[in-house]
Every structure is written in C-alpha cells, then in structure tokens.
C-alpha cells in the first residue's frame, strides 16, 4: 500500500518496515522535505519511555520527535539523502524517482548511551551497525563528513574534545 502525502515524497515498504520515497527526480543538493517535530531533551524522553534509539538527535541532549513523512526515513550506511543544519531532508547524490530516500542516522547521533542497531543496509559500504559517529572507523567518519553531512552539533563535540581522550 502507497500512502501518499501531498508532497514530493510518499511512504511505502522500504529497507526496514516503512520507508520514504521520491516522488520525483532529485538533483544533488536539492531539498527534499522540511523535517518537524517538538523537542526534548533526554530526560523527557525517558518519561515519554521513547530513549534510546528512536527519535532525532539535533543537539547534544536536544531529540526531535519527528514527524511523518520523515519519520519513516530508513538507515543507509551509503545514504542517498542527508541533513543539513536547518533540518531539511536533502539529497546529497541524484535520486531517481521512485527510488527509496535513506539517511546515516549515525550523521545525527553523539549520545553517552551505547545503543546500537544492526544494519542491513546491505550496500558495499554497510557497517553491519548503527552506532554512535564517535564510534565509527576513521574513514567511514571521513566519508560522511566529505559525502553526507554530519550533523555541526556533532562536529562542534568532537572538535572541543582533547586529543586522545
Ligand atoms: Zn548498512
């Protein structure tokens, strides 16, 4: 079942459960859809009972409950979509139409948790995981921040830590 959404994506069977596709051709670069939700921090999302794991990070200790459609945007650890500091789902490589539109969730997440998801990606560049950006190997960190996008709250964190710490 297609559930459209009178916008330029619409939802369907992805990579995991629901997904969200393009509607239409993407260039490199372009918006795709505005990403909306209201915003806790984790401590709020402990009482909701929704942490870890589920909603976006947007800033140390800031999660975004997000909405539909981008709620049902999938994992890829070879994304064809990313998210820019406004928080708009872009596409970082041409999409086709009717092509499934997936993000790195770990472009978005720096927790002191240590959730983890198993990926089935299943792209040459699949790290089997889902994890922390911290966490990741050195090139696939590099990759997303030449490539994708990573979050600047992240950038920022990482920045200001010591060296070897
Ligand atoms: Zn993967």
């Known amino acids: 079942m297609v559930q459209e959404l009178g916008m330029a994506v619409y939802v369907a069977p992805g990579l995991a459960g629901t997904g969200v596709f393009a509607d239409r051709a993407y260039g490199r670069g372009e918006q795709i859809i505005g990403i909306d939700g209201p915003v806790h921090s984790g401590a709020e ?27 049902y945007c999938n994992h890829s650890c070879d994304p064809n979509g990313g998210i820019t500091p406004d928080l708009k789902l872009v596409a970082v490589r041409d999409i086709a139409a009717g092509e499934e539109i997936c993000f790195d969730y770990s472009s978005t997440m720096l927790e002191d948790n240590a959730w983890t998801m198993e990926c089935g990606c299943k792209t040459a560049r699949c790290r089997g995981r889902v994890e922390d950006f911290d966490r990741l190997p050195p090139d696939d960190q590099r990759y997303l921040l030449d490539h994708v996008g990573v979050m600047p709250f992240i950038v920022r964190a990482l920045a200001a830590r010591p060296a070897n710490a």
């Open 45 to 71: 999302l402990d009482l909701i009972g929704f942490r870890p794991g589920y909603p976006l990070q947007i800033d140390l200790d800031r999660y975004m409950l997000v909405e539909a459609p981008f709620v």
